[in-house]
């Protein structure tokens, strides 16, 4: 079996739980580790990888049987967006805070462990989101799981976002941004926009402006077959387009296009936990109320 480890270099308060989890995943009978190579170099001033072990760029890592992410969600879709193409299985590994995609926490090193040894685990396909431009200039594509968001500058007044799904014009939201989401990210980003909850297999995605001008303008959920442009006009010369976490500064009024992607992300649960658990536990859902 073999397995790439992504992970962050903010893990100090969970070194011996490493140790144990790198020693352990060593000893099964034909495990092979491979380690990505910026989070390799932090766990070897800090840990004693076992004999066997390699780092390997992002851009030079094998196809796995298994990728882990350690950390917390962010460190999930950065590794979402490194091997989400290949459609590798991701098990999320929590030593942060909130870890709702994560499918274990670091304190649970036995079980992973002996989850992963015996492939005790259920794998999910996730939709994901493609961006893109066709401007000469700002000519780019990218990936996201969670979600797209069209938003203004740091110093700037409030965009506007025409926006139009599969060619039909929509609406012109004029708000601090506009957040296009998977049921996946349904969680995040646009939860915080007060957008609805999805359930990740849903063949949805919600659009849900940020801070509207206008409070009729409300979050929609349309289907995931929909083709959504974007074109965004402010006072200022450029607008900022969050992927996934990862900025880029675009000019206005560079138009973007989102659409489903095609491939999936591979999410790993484990077996006995699912999408209602997740969110009595990461969500706080009823906590005083389960009376069932």
């Given at each position: ?12 308060p ?25 989070y ?47 459609e ?27 989850d ?8 999910e396909?996730?939709?994901?989101l ?15 799981l ?80 929909s ?66």
């Amino acid at each position: 079996m073999l397995i790439t480890v992504f992970g962050n270099g903010y893990q100090n308060p969970h070194l011996q739980e490493l140790q144990c989890l790198f020693d352990q995943l060593a000893d099964i009978e034909g495990m092979k580790l491979v380690v990505e190579l910026t989070y390799g170099n932090y766990l070897s001033e800090h840990i004693s990888l076992p004999q066997g072990v390699s780092l390997q760029r992002s851009d030079c890592l094998p196809v796995a049987d298994l990728v882990l992410s350690i950390g917390g969600d962010g460190t999930f879709l950065r590794t979402a967006a490194a091997v989400a193409p290949l459609e590798l299985p991701i098990m999320g590994i929590n030593s942060g805070h909130l870890g709702y995609l994560s499918a274990a926490d670091i304190a649970d090193v036995d079980n992973i462990v002996a989850d992963i040894a015996s492939r005790n685990y259920i794998v999910e396909s996730r939709s994901m989101l493609k961006v893109s431009t066709n401007d000469m200039l700002d000519k780019l594509v990218l990936y996201a799981l969670n979600e797209v968001a069209v938003l203004k500058m740091d110093t700037a007044s409030m965009i506007s976002a025409c926006t139009t799904v599969n060619g039909e014009f929509l609406a012109n939201y004029q708000a601090d941004g506009l957040v296009i989401s998977t049921p996946t990210g349904s969680t995040g980003y646009n939860l915080s926009a007060g957008g609805p909850i999805v359930a990740p297999s849903a063949p949805n995605w919600i659009i849900s402006p940020v801070a509207a001008h206008s409070l009729t303008m409300r979050p929609l959920v349309v289907s995931d077959t929909s083709v959504i442009e974007v074109v965004t006009h402010s006072r200022a010369d450029s607008f900022r387009l969050s992927v996934d976490g990862r900025s880029v500064e675009l000019s206005i009024p560079t138009p973007i296009v989102v659409e489903k992607a095609p491939f999936v992300t591979k999410l790993v649960r484990r077996n006995g936990f699912n999408f209602a658990d997740t969110l009595r536990h990461k969500l706080l859902w009823g906590v005083g109320n389960n009376t069932l």
